[in-house]
């Protein structure tokens, strides 16, 4: 059985959250949600590939899936009579500029911090010693904006392939790294405070 305890339920919230998404955007013609779906499925089929080998903590795996169903309703949920997707929903208007801060913002931080913690799982039983010092810390966030630098270039192919997606440009591109880094710091403090108990 790939699965260990506890994860049944994350599994079947996983299943049933990603099969109405994919009748929705298959429904809508929304190719590059469809992508995504791909992608989070190849994710989620890695994670069971390794999960006997991998000590994944089941609170990450819920915050994977929460980042897997908040990214879905931001494409998918339409506001203002359907001319305005989730992702777009100022949540606090911090600067007109730069249309800060989003519903965008908040799946990233949320997401990456929570990738950020994937990392450390993964990258933890190679530590001689317990999380400490600075270093191992920068190395920890580093490895959580790796996955957000990876996510970008990910949204940039979805762009190539899919032409009319809403990813935006260069701004929204900042922004999202900004909101990966302030992710990944929350997640490295957090690993910090438990002193590397996940």
């Keep these: 059985m790939f699965l260990k305890r506890g994860q049944l339920p994350i599994f079947i919230v996983n299943l049933v959250y990603l099969s109405l998404a994919l009748l929705v955007f298959l429904g809508r013609n929304n190719y590059e949600f469809v992508l995504y779906i791909g992608i989070i499925g190849a994710v989620l089929a890695l994670i069971l590939f390794t999960n006997k080998r991998v000590d ?5 795996l819920w915050g994977l899936t929460l980042w897997g169903i908040m990214h879905m309703l931001g494409g998918g949920l339409l506001l203002n009579g359907g ?3 989730l992702y777009e929903l100022i949540l606090i208007p911090i600067s007109e500029d730069y249309n800060f801060f989003r519903y965008d913002q908040l799946v990233h ?6 990738a950020t913690l994937v990392m450390y799982v993964l990258i933890k039983p190679n530590l001689k010693k317990k ?3 600075w270093s191992l810390g920068i190395v920890i966030v580093m490895a959580g904006l ?3 630098a990876l996510n970008e270039i990910q949204e940039f192919l979805a762009v190539v392939i899919v032409p009319e997606t809403g990813v935006g440009g260069y701004i929204n591109t900042s922004m999202d790294l900004v ?20």
């Excluded at 931080?109 to 929570?114: D, L, M, Q």
């Excluded at 909101?179 to 108990?197: C, H, M, N, Q, T």
Aim: no cysteine; net charge positive; glycine share 22%.
């Design 56 to 60: 994944y903590p089941n609170f990450v």
């Design 83 to 85: 001319t305005m997707r």
């Design 109 to 114: 931080i949320i997401g990456f911090g929570v």
């Design 131 to 133: 999380f400490g010092g």
């Design 146 to 148: 790796g996955v957000g």
């Design 179 to 198: 909101a990966d880094l302030v992710g990944a710091i929350l997640a490295g403090v957090l690993i910090k405070f438990r002193k590397g108990r996940l």
